[in-house]
């Protein structure tokens, strides 16, 4: 069982930065692909980045690559996501999940553990 806590979320102004992170339980943390996504009241939660654990790969979607960056530190059992020139529609609950795998992580449905997610709210 993995146990993930996230942290950073708030509120910005459109054009700032913010730094999620989340917290894993376990000692086996180095061996698990982490991912972060995001859903918007009453949209489904979309994929937005994972760092994969063997080779140590990233992925970002669409909407973020260039301004997000996803990285993980073996040794404190976090994974971060710097997103930097935040906008409004980058607003919503931000999840972290982790799974053993490491191809075709933009499905929700190839994670196993889930955090409480993290709220991320960019003002105009």
């Known amino acids: 069982q993995v146990q993930l806590v996230e942290s950073g979320g708030g509120l910005v102004q459109a054009g700032g930065s913010l730094r999620l992170a989340c917290a894993a339980s376990?000692?086996?943390?180095?061996?698990?692909?982490m991912g972060w996504f995001r859903q918007a009241p009453g949209k489904e939660r979309d994929f937005v980045a994972a760092?994969?654990?063997?080779?140590?790969?990233?992925y970002y979607s669409d909407f973020v690559k260039g301004r997000a960056t996803i990285s993980r530190d073996n040794t404190k059992n976090t994974v971060y996501l710097q997103m930097n020139s935040l906008k409004p529609e980058d607003t919503a609950v931000y999840y972290c999940?982790?799974?053993?795998?490491?191809?075709?992580?933009?499905?929700?449905?190839?994670?196993?553990?889930w955090g409480q997610g993290t709220q991320v709210t960019v003002s105009s």
């Open positions: 760092i994969t654990w063997n080779p140590v790969s990233t």
């Open positions: 999940a982790s799974t053993r795998l490491q191809i075709a992580l933009e499905s929700a449905s190839r994670f196993d553990y």
């Open positions: 376990g000692r086996t943390f180095r061996t698990y692909t």
